[in-house]
């Protein structure tokens, strides 16, 4: 057992984990976190990536939920302006479904709930005049524009953690809790390497549960109870499919079973259309989608476009267990998606903090109100309390809205790069694009390709500062070039990989003999 005594351990290296290590670790605190996986490999990458207050929320009245969220999104857009920024989105009003009138008001609301700032407000649009009404089916004359953001979400997480582990934070991936006990005033955790099933302890004074769909579990492995009541695991699948129009817009459309579907520009070549809500049993890790889900997503986008998309188009698929707190709906889709904080600890007692529900949008606020529970244990918790969001995640020192002309400039900067590369790099790393492009002056001075664009100094930087172990972590989280990349490629990734660390942990044991 380690002698140090941690302030606080976080189990989960989700969006919420991260953001709850970024912020304890930011305000001096000692902080220790493990994930039995890679980070952010479940929920939190499998969202519609969107930063958004939840238009269809206000239908169940969750105006706070909105509220919260719509003063988020220009918050993080300051904070992660290469991996955030804003999208408009077309809302076509059809007949027979939510009258105008209703749609009118939503978006009044929308526009004046969360105090924006900066993103431009709604307008109305002429579909048979306007480019977006260009691609649809004669089945919408007037719609609705608005604003909200994209966010590459496994990304806001490691950026998240990155940040964490720069304030002192010790970040372990494919490291799983086995048990939790309390004694003499701290808790005492027990952790298990993955691979290796090397066991070790650590000693905190409190401890975080912030396992998403898993919350469940580890509270019986900590407790010796479960969350009974507390937890309903929602599926929520996406397809991919080639890109279905030209602009660079996104729609929103209505169904006639009362649910939304969104239709998004994705990775330049492609669109992505989302998402379902069904109630989910299984193991979260199993979860895929149906080909009813597939279907149902089809049938809703083919109801609008004149293009009928068809699952033969499907070049991709991904699907997630959201861990929302259960509040009785009667349904899926009406189920609270705002987050619930549980402590549980007796006078003296080391706290134990559960995280449920919440939405990634949210989390850094949820962040803020964990550490606002637990400083009831702890007051000396709350100094330097909101820092967040006033301080960018690494690569996003500069000005929201920029993105563009860092790309340019680093196209000028490294004239070798295509238009396109200097602008994914940008709205991947941010600034730190030049540590990944460290002087090169060609393509061929950054080492192997292994796919578009995707070179051996990227897969370096994100082995070395991200916490990548295998391709899968690359080029379906930390980047989405797996989407263009053959199988027989990325099992060569995966290969190349393996050797990498295997030469690296040499290297580090080599070190250490030396000290």
């Known amino acids: 057992m380690t002698d140090r005594v941690y302030d606080l351990a976080i189990i989960g290296g989700g969006i919420n984990g991260a953001g709850i290590a970024r912020d304890a670790a930011g305000r001096g605190l000692s902080v220790f976190l493990c994930e039995k996986s890679d980070l952010g490999s479940g929920t939190s990458s499998a969202s519609t990536k969107l930063i958004h207050g939840g238009l269809r929320y206000l239908e169940h009245y969750e105006f706070k939920l909105v509220r919260h ?5 220009e918050i993080l857009w300051r904070i992660a302006p290469h991996i955030i920024w804003p999208l408009r989105f077309v809302l076509p009003h059809r007949k027979g479904l939510r009258p105008a009138w209703v749609l009118r008001l939503g978006l009044f609301i929308y526009d004046h709930l969360g105090g924006r700032q900066t993103l431009p407000g709604t307008k109305t649009l002429r579909l048979l005049r306007d480019p977006a009404g260009e691609p ?7 719609g609705f524009e608005y604003s909200d953001c994209w ?3 496994n990304r806001l997480v490691v950026l998240n953690a990155r940040d964490a582990e720069a304030h002192g934070a010790h970040i372990h991936t494919h490291v799983r809790c086995t048990g939790a006990v309390r004694e ?3 808790w005492h955790v027990t952790i298990e390497e993955v691979e290796t099933g090397r066991r070790q302890a650590i000693r905190a004074r409190a401890l975080v549960n912030a396992a998403g769909p898993w919350v469940d579990q580890v509270l019986a492995t900590v407790s010796g109870r479960k969350a009974a009541g ?11 499919v080639p890109r279905l129009y030209e602009h660079d817009r996104c729609y929103i459309f209505q169904n006639s079973d009362g649910r939304i579907v969104f239709a998004i520009p994705y990775e330049d070549d492609f669109t992505l259309i989302g998402t379902t809500d069904v109630d989910y049993k299984d193991q979260p890790e199993k979860a895929s989608i ?8 089809c049938e809703a986008a083919s109801s609008y476009f004149k293009r009928p998309v068809a699952p033969t188009d499907i070049v991709w698929t991904y699907s997630g267990v959201r861990p929302l707190y259960d509040d009785g709906a009667a349904n899926a889709q009406e189920t609270t998606r705002d987050y619930v904080l549980t402590i549980d600890a007796a006078t003296g007692e080391a706290p134990l903090l559960c995280v449920f529900g919440g939405k990634i949008t949210t989390y850094r606020c949820l962040a803020e109100d964990a550490l606002r529970k637990l400083s009831a244990h702890f007051p000396q918790w709350m100094i330097s309390a909101g820092w967040t969001g006033r301080t960018p995640l690494p690569g996003g020192n500069f000005e929201a809205g920029a993105a563009d002309r860092l790309a340019h400039d680093l196209g000028k900067e490294y004239p070798f790069l295509s238009a396109r590369a200097a602008r994914r790099l940008v709205r991947h790393y941010g600034v730190d694009a030049r540590k990944i492009l460290a002087g090169a002056r060609s393509m061929s001075e950054l080492g192997r390709s292994f796919g578009p664009d995707l070179s051996e100094a990227e897969v370096r930087f994100l082995m070395r500062h991200e916490y990548a172990r295998a391709a899968e972590d690359v ?3 930390r980047t989405k070039a797996g989407i263009r990349m053959r199988k027989e490629e990325i099992s060569e990734l995966d290969t190349w990989m393996a050797r990498e660390r295997a030469a690296q942990e040499n290297e580090e044991k080599g070190i250490a003999r030396v000290g």
């Open 184 to 186: 003499n005033g701290l």
């Open 69 to 73: 969220a719509l003063r988020e999104r």
């Open 230 to 240: 507390q937890i309903r695991l929602v599926k929520g699948s996406h397809i991919i």
């Open 136 to 142: 649809l089916r004669d089945v919408s004359t007037v």
């Open 151 to 153: 966010v590459q979400d």
């Open 290 to 297: 149906s080909a009813s889900e597939s279907a149902y997503l």
């Open 475 to 477: 080029v379906f989280r």
